[in-house]
């Protein structure tokens, strides 16, 4: 249901795009066929109107479809809940039954959940003579390095 709708308002800002480059598109046609008849202060609007809505297309292909456009937020409005519950499920299972890792093979081979039990992550800092928790990857005073 939430893919469809993304597919729907896609199709919709593509639309909304579509117009827009048909309309530069009448724009420039007729402004290759007035050319020669036109004053030079005339052609210079022409072409400063044909360049700014060329830049209106930009802009609304960079906020509907960009990385950080409309579609990519709603997505995120409407897949992070559904991928939340089944993280949260897979979570609640793992406990339940003591499993210290999970693996999705749909894919590529991803860990779905580790068990922080586990995370041997702190250790290998420290063998390396680095506090856990510095983040900033300094090390600490007084740690050996191997």
Known sequence: MAQNQLDELSKKWQKEIELKVGEIDR???SYQTD???LPEDIK????E???QKEKELNQLKKKRFGTDGDLFKKRQELIKPLQDKIYNAIQEMAEQRG????????GSLSILYASA???KSD??????????GEGSGSKSSGGTRR
Do not use: P, T, W
Not at 44 to 47: A, I, L, S, T
């Open 27 to 29: 724009l420039y046609k």
């Open 35 to 37: 050319a020669v008849l």
């Open 44 to 47: 210079k609007q022409r072409e």
């Open 49 to 51: 109107e044909i360049l």
């Open 99 to 106: 499993y210290a890792v999970i693996f999705d093979r749909a």
């Open 117 to 119: 039990r586990y995370d």
């Open 123 to 132: 250790e290998v800092l420290e063998s390396m003579g680095y506090s856990a």
